[in-house]
């Protein structure tokens, strides 16, 4: 296992003193990337796993000026489940916000009222201590921005996305007229977002479009690493059909019944990752925004630009991506090709 993760970095163990080097991270995330000005409501929704971090970006936020807000919950239990409806309403009446959350929020009303309301802010599901250390925090996200808005500029205008991998992934859909999604690490403007320090741009596809197979050899979010043991999704008419492996497939499989949802199995999302300072393997925000990585979106996909909205957002991520839009590659294991 030592061997298959190769992890650049090393872990760091929450301590009483780790809040110390989170700040960098967190005043990084509060300045940079939202540009908080004195004076501004920051909402901080968390649960009980995530409150330290929560109070780092707290203390961020009073330290420039801004009137942090902590809404405290149980963890939900599955990512993309609809929080509270006070959570709601305090992410709808910030002028930012972050969720800090064990399971995600981003494909929930909770992000969805809040953007519509002209708020900015930042999902930040599965986010652990150190991953406001080291690692992807590192980047630059103007950088970062830059390539997304490149490769989002051309989405825009295609009519398919095809993404392949070494590993035999090959899945293909139609994206005629669906919005591109930029979560590339900055959100100063009104309605913009991010899952810092995740850095991508996605898209929904059109519903029943999607053909294909993905072999998912980094991760499952609510599953794990499948580094050492991929997990395969068979993909037929915009649904996940078959969920192929050993016994991380079986654990997939066991979540995805216990939803009890058709909706639950939608092809949500191509994302495309293009954060170059992502560790492999590490944090699930740094799998999903790693330069050369993919992944897909599976469930809800209304809050960026689908129809669907299902009890779940689960995202499975694979590496090494060759992307295609209208048959051009356009970036290639983390090579831009245009």
């Known amino acids: 296992m030592a061997n298959d993760w190769s992890i650049p970095y090393l872990h760091y163990i929450p301590a009483p003193s780790s809040p110390i080097e989170m700040m960098r991270g967190a005043l990084k995330a509060v300045q940079q990337c939202a540009a908080v000005k004195p004076g501004e409501t920051v909402v901080i929704s968390t649960d009980t796993n995530k409150l330290r971090i929560a109070e780092v970006l707290a203390a961020a936020t009073a330290g420039v000026g801004g009137m942090p807000i902590i809404v405290m919950t149980p963890p939900s239990g599955v990512h993309g489940a609809q929080p509270p409806a006070p959570v709601v309403a305090a992410c709808a009446k910030a002028d930012v916000f972050f969720l800090p959350t064990t399971y995600s929020q981003t494909h929930t009303d909770a992000r969805i009222q809040a953007i519509k309301n002209g708020a900015r802010g930042a999902t930040m599901c599965e986010v652990t201590e150190d991953a406001l250390c080291t690692g992807a925090i590192f ?200």
């Open 139 to 338: 980047a630059d996200f103007e950088e970062c921005d830059r390539l997304g808005r490149k490769l989002g500029a051309v989405l825009a205008k295609s009519k398919t996305v095809r993404i392949t991998s070494p590993l035999g992934t090959d899945i293909r859909g139609e994206v005629t007229g669906r919005p591109v999604q930029y979560e590339t690490g900055l959100f100063r403007e009104p309605g913009q977002f991010a899952a810092f320090p995740d850095s991508e741009i996605n898209i929904s596809p059109i519903e029943g479009t999607v053909e294909g197979k993905a072999v998912i050899d980094v991760r499952v979010m609510s599953v794990g690493v499948t580094s050492a043991e991929p997990i395969t999704l068979i993909i037929k008419e915009g649904e996940i059909k078959e969920i192929q492996g050993g016994p991380l497939a079986a654990k997939f499989r066991q979540i995805m019944e216990a939803l009890n949802e058709r909706k639950a199995y939608n092809f949500a999302e191509f994302g495309i990752g293009l954060n170059p300072c992502s560790r492999l393997c590490a944090t699930n925000l740094e799998d999903l925004g790693r330069l050369g990585s993919a992944h897909c979106g599976i469930g809800s996909s209304y809050a960026i630009g689908g129809k669907i909205r299902a009890p779940n957002h689960i995202d499975a991520i694979f590496k090494d991506a060759v992307i295609a839009f209208d048959g051009q590659v356009v970036l290639d294991k983390g090579v831009l090709k245009i």
